[in-house]
């Protein structure tokens, strides 16, 4: 995205509201650069003004903790306080409301039904539904629950908890096979969290229903807390070779596109597995 710098007027109210203007053009450039960030010489060509103003300008944005400083790189980046309005903000935000528009380009682009999965009182929610077209396909419902620790709604959402979150929760499970193939143990299921986490997605054949597989992604806001995930689900007999990779590299990139959404730039790099890698469960 690249953001025009449009040039002030000079406010007729006087140099307190041109430097109040300044200041949100400022912080608006971080948009543009909201991990690398900006250094003082860079603000300065791109706004047009010299050193000096900037150099006043980062002085008092940082005293208001709106913006923070690398003391290593001493490139200037948002601050607590923005980090806190955002939240703010997308407090009201329906989730669903943002993540409609996404589905329906996910089921789409794999044919498949896709999903948005919450999480509720220890259990994955299903919020929202595509459904897929195809005469065949996984039909699920608003409002069905399932468990965190088997299917990849569940394993999505608890794996990027923060680690004394999910030790709280894996302490809480009850756990109950479903199937043969369900995650039933905590040891069992913490490596596949690991794992999960590694590889930026989670993916299930069978752990709650047999001929069923599907592939999850968590939703990150902001503050890196987890929002939701969203889910393509699949009959397992068209699960395989390249609608499988078609199928997990258009869900990573639909987590990513909700990730931007909701403001945060996702600190690891999901990727699809490679041609021929499978599944092993």
Known sequence: MFIKVEPMQKSSQGGELQTVGRALRLLALFT???????????IAQVMGLSKATVSRLLTTLLAARYLQRDPQTLRYQLGPVVAGLAGAALASVDIRQIALPVMRSLTEQTGETS???????MESVCIEK?????????????????????????????????????????????FRSYTRRTIASVDR????????????YAESTGELDEGVSSVGVPILDVSGAVRGAVVVVCPTARWSGSHRQRCISATIEAGRELCRRFGHDRSYDAQPPAQGETLLT
């Open 189 to 200: 299921l913490r490596p596949e969290l690991h794992e999960t986490r590694l590889r930026g």
């Open 115 to 121: 999903l948005l999965h919450v999480i509720s009182d």
């Open 32 to 42: 543009e650069r909201p991990t690398t960030g900006w250094a003082l010489t860079e």
């Open 130 to 174: 595509i459904e897929s077209a195809q005469p065949v396909h996984v039909a699920y419902e608003i409002g069905h629950r399932g468990p965190l620790y088997a299917g990849c709604s569940g394993k999505s959402l608890l794996a990027f908890l923060p680690p004394p979150e999910i030790e709280t929760m894996l302490a809480r499970l009850e």
